[in-house]
């Protein structure tokens, strides 16, 4: 029996997006045979390679926006007590090609103080590695990568550094808007969805995310985490629906309070 219950439209969405996956895997796979049948002149090669990038680029499109779609649509939090440290490590792993390709010096920095976190691990790993891709991504060769995890007061904080192309002022507060790609990033890849995706994770568990940048010097992506989670009513509605941990969800630091705006265009 078929379920007429009306769907809302973020998982009408999801459910689009996620069938798209099927064909464009099926599309690469094809690509990928025609070369397997027989050999192929050098332009019929140079097409297939083409088209499988571009089938590649499709499928992290859709991934990304399966994200933004099962986050607007108020996805659960699974918290757990994360080291944030070993998910930097994990990060800098994977990009680690990229940037000794482009000579980027990257130093991480822990504060003494830093403890574990209770977050979603899945999540704060997407964030992480987004922010240090970009720092690469957009950092000049022989640039440099700094990332500082440290305590304040109420909350944990990241700041990732970089000495790449910086951000024009009137485009910083854009940043964070899905799809929006700025002024000489085209040649970088990229889907636009990064750091709306990044935003919302930081914001649904109840902290701020902010960048201060110059253009041609670099940018700063500061983040930070609130220790103790606002009350489910005054957040919002996935964290009602949490496990009980026995944590005081009260939250005590008003300065760090969960702003609508999120972002920050101040210079360095
Ligand atoms: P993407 O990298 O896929 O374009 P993002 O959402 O991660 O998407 O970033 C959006 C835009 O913000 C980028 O296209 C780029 O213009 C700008 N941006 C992000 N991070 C940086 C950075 N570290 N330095 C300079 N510009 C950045």
């Not at 980027?104 to 830093?114: A, D, F, K, R, S």
Request: aromatic share 4%.
């Amino acid at each position: 029996m078929t379920d007429s219950t009306p769907k809302p439209q973020s998982e009408f969405i999801s459910t689009i997006v996620h069938d798209l996956k099927t064909p464009i895997t099926a599309v690469k796979g094809f690509i990928e045979l025609i070369e397997q049948a027989g050999t192929l002149n050098p332009a019929q090669k140079q097409f297939s390679d083409k088209a499988i990038a571009v089938l590649g680029r499709m499928h992290d499109l859709v991934d990304d926006l399966l994200d933004l779609a099962k986050l607007d649509a108020g996805v659960e939090l699974h918290l757990h007590e994360c080291d944030i440290q070993v998910f930097i490590q994990e990060a800098l792993e994977t990009l680690e090609s990229i940037a000794l390709q482009r000579q980027i010096t990257v130093q991480v920095e822990i504060g003494p103080e830093v403890r574990p976190i209770r977050a979603d691990a899945r999540l704060l790993r997407q964030v992480i590695n987004n922010l240090l891709s970009n720092a690469i991504k957009y950092n000049r060769d022989q640039g440099t990568v700094n990332i500082r995890v440290s305590e304040q007061p109420g909350s944990l904080r990241v700041d990732v550094r970089d000495t790449g192309m910086g951000i024009r002022s009137e485009d910083q507060t854009r940043v964070f808007e899905p799809f929006y790609r700025g002024r000489g990033s085209a040649k970088a890849e990229g889907t636009g969805l990064g750091l709306a995706i990044v935003e919302m994770i930081i914001r649904k568990h109840g902290g701020r995310i902010w960048v201060e940048s110059k253009l041609n010097e670099g940018s700063v992506f500061s983040f930070n985490l609130p220790r103790q989670r606002k009350s489910s009513h005054t957040i919002s509605n996935e964290f009602s629906s949490e496990e009980s941990d026995g944590v005081d969800d009260s939250f005590q630091d008003s300065n760090e309070s969960l702003d609508s705006d999120s972002r920050s265009d101040q210079g360095v």
